[in-house]
């Protein structure tokens, strides 16, 4: 059984992967500046999101109008750490004031959001999936100090919606980043309310 809330991902000693998808007019420029270059804009919200799934869940395979290229970044696990520890849940903690948190959330440079991870079909799942949103602060950390690597895997996400496309659901399955639980020392796990 996988916990109802846990970080699932591609990690190595040094770094993580996480996804998100842009417009070619932004992506391509990432691509070969490896970081993000104008026309990305520092001054607004980015969300970035560990699953694979739940990227192509909201990209639609890398078909959506504004999404269709999805870049795998690798950023560093000290980078990816200091933003859970300095987010805000998108809602209020257990038995939490709602003022409260409401001033936490306008003081906070991260907030996170846990929503239902999706399966190869991209059917709503019962556990749930971290989303990360990096307000400007942590995005100036992200693009010049986190970020170690992008890569291009919207040619990835095409193969695989094509071999679902023809039925190929092992095909499409053996092609899927390997993700694991990502480990929590249990008061960044508390914070960010992940499940114990």
């Known amino acids: 059984m996988t916990p109802p809330r846990q970080i699932r991902a591609r990690y190595d000693a040094d770094t993580i992967t996480v996804y ?9 420029p990432a691509l070969a500046a490896q970081t993000f270059v104008p026309p990305f ?9 560990p699953s694979f799934l739940w990227m192509m869940y909201r990209s639609g395979w890398a078909a959506k109008p504004g999404q269709t290229r999805v870049l795998a970044l690798s950023i560093t696990r000290a980078g990816f750490e200091w933003a859970l520890t300095h987010a805000c849940g998108s809602t209020p903690a257990p038995g939490e004031i709602h003022d409260t948190w409401q001033t936490r ?3 906070a440079p991260v907030r996170i959001q846990w929503d239902p991870e999706r399966d190869l079909h991209l059917n709503r799942l019962e556990h749930r999936s971290i989303q990360i949103g990096l307000a400007p602060e942590a ?12 890569e291009d895997a919207t040619l990835l996400a095409h193969q695989i919606a094509t071999h679902l496309n023809t039925g190929d659901t092992e095909a499409a399955r053996a092609l899927l980043p390997e993700e694991r639980p990502y480990p929590l020392d249990e008061l960044l796990a508390r914070h960010i309310n992940a499940s114990a």
């Open 139 to 150: 995005v100036d950390h992200y693009v010049t100090t986190w970020i170690t690597k992008i």
């Open 105 to 107: 959330l306008a003081n």
């Open 20 to 28: 998100q998808a842009y417009d070619p007019a932004i992506a391509e």
């Open 41 to 49: 804009k520092r001054a607004r919200m980015t969300w970035v999101k």
